[in-house]
C-alpha cells in the first residue's frame, strides 16, 4: 500500500457486508463516466458478475462512451475519452496479449458480440500497483464505444 490512507480504505473494504445490497451503484464509485440512459448491449450483460482476478478481484462493469468515428480510439484519444492524466501510461493491446491463459474469452466474445467486431484492450496504469482494464469495440450504428472495464491490483 502507497500510503495510510490506501491501507484504511483496503481495510474498510476488506470488512464490508456484502451480503446487503449496495447503496452506490458501482456506475458511480466508478472514474469513467459512461453515458447515461444507455443501457448495457445485452452480450455484456449476459456476463451477469463476472470478475477479473488479480489481488482485488474486481467486477467486470459495462461501459458505454459516445464516439463518432468507426475506428477504435489510439491511446492519445482513449486518454480524452476517460478523462485521464496526462502521467498516466495507456497500453493499447491484443485480446490475446491481455489474455494469455483464455479465462476470459467470454468477455471478449460478449464485447465482439456488442460491436462491429474489433476488440482491444486498453491497460491504464494508476496510482501504485492499481491498472485498470478497459476491453472495448465500436459499435458505429449506435455512435459509441461499448465495453468492459475492470480494475487490477498487481504486485
Known sequence: MSSDADYAAFLNKSQKDYSQPSETPAAATSAVVVVVGVEAHPAVKALGERYYI?????????ISFTWEKRTLPDEDEFRELIGAQSGREIRQLEPSQWDIHSKYQDVVDAVTKASDGAVKVYR?????????????????SERMIVGVKALAVES
Open 124 to 140: 491504464v496504469e494508476g496510482s501504485g500497483s492499481r491498472v485498470e482494464y478497459f476491453v472495448i469495440g465500436v459499435d458505429s
Open 54 to 62: 488479480s489481488d482485488a478481484d474486481e467486477p467486470f462493469e459495462g
